[in-house]
């Protein structure tokens, strides 16, 4: 991997299962830049709103550190970790609880440079 090529941009703290959000963060990899920002501002999830801010930044850590050119960029990675999990309690009958696992995720996407589109083999 180039490391003049690609930018990278994290957040660690996003407020949704890591299940629920690799579903979407898949849809977005190897597309170009202005397509993926098309399909997470048209997204009906919530999530999408989070993850477009790091793709955006994602996008201006590639144009201001790296001087890369906006227009031929594409999202090489993009991936899903656990983070923490908040753990509550609801009352139930008899004086007993029951546990609430309230997850989060973090988010890493990964943006390169490409001179040409690679094609597909059929």
Same mark, same amino acid.
Request: charged residues 30%; aromatic residues 4%; proline residues 2%.
């Given at each position: 991997?180039?490391?003049?090529?690609?930018?990278?941009?994290?957040?660690?703290?996003? %407020?949704? @299962? &890591?299940?629920?959000?690799?579903?979407?963060?898949?849809?977005?990899? =190897?597309? %170009?830049? =202005?397509?993926?920002?098309?399909?997470?501002?048209?997204? @009906?999830?919530?999530?999408?709103?989070?993850?477009? /801010?790091?793709?955006?930044?994602? #996008?201006?850590?590639?144009? =201001?550190?790296k001087q890369l050119d906006i227009d031929k960029?594409?999202?090489?990675?993009?991936? #899903?970790?656990?983070?923490? *999990?908040?753990? *509550?309690? *609801? &009352? %139930?009958?008899?004086?007993r609880a029951a546990s609430i696992i309230k &997850?989060?995720?973090?988010?890493?996407?990964?943006?390169?440079? %490409?001179?040409?589109?690679?094609?597909? /083999?059929?």
């Amino acid at each position: 991997m180039n490391q003049n090529l690609t930018a990278i941009a994290k957040d660690n703290m996003v %407020r949704i @299962s &890591p299940s629920k959000l690799s579903l979407l963060i898949n849809s977005i990899v =190897n597309m %170009r830049v =202005n397509a993926a920002i098309n399909q997470l501002q048209f997204s @009906s999830k919530r999530v999408s709103r989070s993850v477009l /801010k790091v793709l955006n930044a994602a #996008v201006a850590n590639a144009e =201001n550190n790296k001087q890369l050119d906006i227009d031929k960029l594409f999202v090489k990675e993009a991936f #899903v970790g656990k983070s923490l *999990r908040m753990k *509550r309690w *609801r &009352p %139930r009958a008899k004086g007993r609880a029951a546990s609430i696992i309230k &997850p989060f995720s973090k988010v890493t996407i990964v943006v390169e440079e %490409r001179s040409e589109i690679k094609k597909e /083999k059929k």
